[in-house]
């Protein structure tokens, strides 16, 4: 019986690395384009399959049991995500009690604020883009995660031409011959101590 689990466990994960190989293309053009319409959809759905494919992904999870509701000023609807025993939920439901409650003007306050290369939490607030209540560790934990996928799915600068036809998205490549390149191009405490 175990290895008839492990075998359905590792079905499991290569039908979500087909997957996300389909959806992160698309969530980083919603991510590049001008109107950003459908970004946190299409960031939770990439969290989602990226949380089923890489361990070390959903590890960062694990212990992390937090809920957060996301609304715009001008929109009535919200989207619910939760973090409970190393799962992610997302529902357009809401929740009773949300750790989290993150109200913001438009998607493009919204995308500046997860992922701007250094998470300007009193920025965002003191132009009144976005607002929250709750504790502002969880939404750094939050857009910690968000930037993490931007860095892994975004072709590196000058990589855009080398492409994959098949519609597979390039990792991030930085300079791994020189770590302070790596340092300095990005925040992810995770690549800071692996190439320390």
Request: hydrophobic share 45%; glycine share 8%.
């Amino acid at each position: 019986m175990i290895g008839l689990h492990g075998l359905i466990a590792r079905l499991h994960a290569l039908w979500a690395g087909f997957w996300l190989n389909r959806v992160a293309p698309r969530f980083i053009a919603c991510l590049e384009s001008d109107s950003r319409e459908g970004l946190l959809d299409g960031l939770f759905q990439v969290m989602g399959l990226a949380l089923l494919v890489d361990r070390r992904y959903r590890q960062g999870i694990a212990a992390y049991n937090v809920s957060y509701v996301f609304q715009r000023v001008d929109h009535p609807a919200q989207l619910a995500v939760s973090f409970a025993g190393g799962r992610m939920r997302v529902s357009a439901s809401a929740i009773t009690t949300p750790d989290v409650i993150v109200t913001f003007t438009d998607n493009d306050a919204l995308a500046n604020f997860l992922f701007n290369d250094r998470l300007d939490l009193i920025g965002s607030i003191v132009d009144n883009e976005v607002s929250y209540v709750g504790n502002p560790n969880y939404l750094r934990k939050l857009a910690h995660m968000a930037k993490h996928l931007q860095l892994k799915f975004a072709p590196a600068p000058g990589l855009e031409s080398q492409r994959p036809k098949s519609g597979r998205c390039l990792i991030h490549a930085l300079s791994r011959s020189n770590p302070s390149d790596m340092r300095s191009a990005c925040h992810c405490g995770s690549i800071r101590r692996k190439y320390s």
